[in-house]
């Protein structure tokens, strides 16, 4: 990864670029590899070199494998997570604010006290989750 950082220049390559194919495909073979509870380092990785921002993903991960993650208290705010696959996902107490998360797939996720204030997802995909008890949800309103 760092080689397509550094030398490949992954964040100004363009939207269709190989760079940013073989950087997807890096990051979705090694979250379908890793256990659950182990998915969360890779995760933050990523997010903390700013390659998956919602306002300007450098990577989609559209389609990863977050099933049944252990994400409790993962801080992540601004995150793209369109698409991913984080059904049973514990997600309690995260902090997912203004996150990206349409068309993500929540069934059955824990989002307990989680921070989803300014988030981008649908009622639907809320009524899918198991719980939002505690959770701020995207208007700003506590859950109860």
Known sequence: MDKLLIERHLRDSLPDADERKMARTRILTVLLNMDIGRKRRPLKAIYELHLVDR???????SQADLDDAELSEAILPGIDL???YARRANLRNANLSSAALRSAYLTDADLSGANLRGAD????????????????????SMHP
């Not at 306002?55 to 991960?61: E, G, H, K, R």
């Not at 009622?123 to 208007?139: F, I, M, T, W």
Request: proline share 7%.
């Open 55 to 61: 306002n300007n993903p450098i990577v989609s991960l």
């Open 82 to 84: 369109q698409g991913v």
């Open 121 to 140: 997802i649908t009622q639907e995909q809320l009524n899918q989750v198991k719980s939002l008890e505690g959770a701020v949800l995207p208007d700003g």
